[in-house]
């Protein structure tokens, strides 16, 4: 049996993503972790995709963009508190933060993170 955990915030970053912004990492389970993303007012994040996992993001603070490629199909999704997007295995993607705040999102990452290696750069639309 998988023990219990509690964990408050982290005041701070944890740690950089491959993408250029601010992660705070917060539980995980074998199936899956979590963790915060915060991009500075103005940023806008490397383009990425990921070799093994899957992501949900759930945006709760500012406003941006986030640009996501499979393929052929494309979109870029206008994101606020309360927007959740997918970023399946294998999808290209951007973010970026507009007006004032920073664009902050819970993440869900599925299975937990494995490490550097997993995000790959891409050409990304910004």
């Known amino acids: 049996m998988t023990e219990f955990k ?3 915030l982290p005041e701070g970053r944890t740690e ?14 074998p199936g899956g972790g979590m963790a915060r993303f915060d991009l500075a007012p103005g940023r806008t994040s490397k383009a990425v ?3 093994t996992v899957d992501e949900i993001w759930l945006f709760v603070s500012g406003r941006g963009d986030m640009w996501r490629r499979q393929g052929e199909r494309e979109e870029i999704v206008e994101v606020e508190a309360g927007v959740c997007v997918t970023i399946p295995c294998g999808t ?6 507009l007006g004032g705040d ?6 869900v990452t599925m299975p937990p993170w494995p490490g550097d290696d997993e995000a790959r750069p891409v050409t990304g639309r910004w």
Do not use: C, M, N, Y
Not at 92 to 97: C, E, K, N, V
Not at 102 to 107: E, F, H
């Open 6 to 8: 509690t964990l408050r």
């Open 102 to 107: 920073a664009l902050v999102a819970i993440g």
């Open 92 to 97: 290209h993607f951007q973010f970026r933060s």
């Open 16 to 29: 950089a993503a491959p993408d250029g912004s601010e992660v705070r990492k917060l539980l995980a389970l």
């Open 49 to 51: 995709v990921h070799k």
